[in-house]
Structure formats: C-alpha cells, structure tokens
C-alpha cells in the first residue's frame, strides 16, 4: 500500500494530462470545424451572389441591345425586340432560381441592393418594351441600373469582408 501511496501522485499526474490533452484537442477540432463550416458557407454565397449578377446581366445585355436597335443606346450589336422576346424570357426565368438562392443565403444588406437592381433592370424592360425611342430617359435609367449594381456589388464585399472593387464603371466615347 505503502507503494501505491507513492505513486499516486504520478498516477494523478497522468489522468490530469490525459484529460488536458482530451479537452485541448476536441477544442481544437470544434474551433476547426466552425472556421471550416463558416468558409464553406462563405464561398457558398459568393457562388450565389455571381450567379445572381450572372443572370441579372443577361437581362440588362439584353436591354442594352434592343435599346440599341431603338437608337438610344449605342451597343455594337442591335437586336429587335421580336428577336429578343425568347432570350429575354429565357434570362428571366433564370433569374428567378438565383433569386431565391440569393434570398436563402444572401444577407439582408445585400438582398435589399439585389432588389433595387433588379428593379432598375425591370425599369429597363418596361421601357424597351415600350419600344420608346428616348436617349435621355434610357442614359438615365442606365445610371440607375448602374447604381443599383455598385450598390450590389458593394453590398457583397462588405458582407464576405473583401477589399472595395473597381466600380464597373466603363467611360465610353459616347458618354
């Protein structure tokens, strides 16, 4: 017994460093797993707020053509508003899917700046489809437009902590 006492104090020793070294690395597996888990989410999202930009632009490309062909934009490739029905359909059924991801996962900063774009863009369509030929009333609803993006795309650095970005803002001969 006299031996045992003796020993207890090492025997302690170990089961205290056992439970310390248990503790130490099933913290260090649930600090890894969150980190992990939340860079997963991360990259998630941005997959879902440029497939959300993706599909949005397709329309706006889209509205940049036909306006062209009304002669009030100057987008190299004219395309009429028959031709472009299908495809403008198309992009907006597209669209819809991206929404809804956009507002599964999207914060709600940069859901809200999603919407004042895509509502700029549906402004745009209106007035295509109106077949107006109005230069000035469309430049002004492309600033608008491109308000409604820099506000996006503002939006989705901020909320994935990425450094500003470029505006996208493109100075054309004719402006």
Do not use: C
């Amino acid at each position: 017994m006299h031996a045992f006492l003796q020993q207890l104090p090492a025997l302690i020793g170990v089961v205290v460093g056992a439970l310390g070294s248990y503790v130490a690395i099933v913290r260090g597996d649930q600090a890894r797993f969150r980190r992990e888990r939340a860079a997963r989410w991360e990259e998630r999202r941005l997959e879902v707020y440029a497939e959300y930009a993706r599909t949005l632009k397709k329309s706006v490309t889209l509205t940049y053509r036909v306006a062209s062909h009304l002669d009030n934009d100057p987008h190299p490739h004219p395309l009429s508003l028959t031709e472009a029905e299908p495809l403008l359909a198309e992009a907006t059924v597209g669209r819809d899917p991206s929404g809804e991801a956009l507002i599964l996962l999207g914060s709600p900063e940069v859901v809200e700046k999603a919407r004042a774009w895509v509502s700029a863009v549906m402004e745009m369509e209106r007035f295509m489809r109106a077949e107006t030929h109005d230069p000035d009333a469309w430049r002004q609803l492309m600033d608008h437009q491109r308000a409604g993006r820099e506000g996006y795309y503002a939006a989705v650095r901020e909320d994935l902590a990425l450094p500003p970005g470029h505006s996208g803002r493109w100075l054309t001969t004719q402006e």
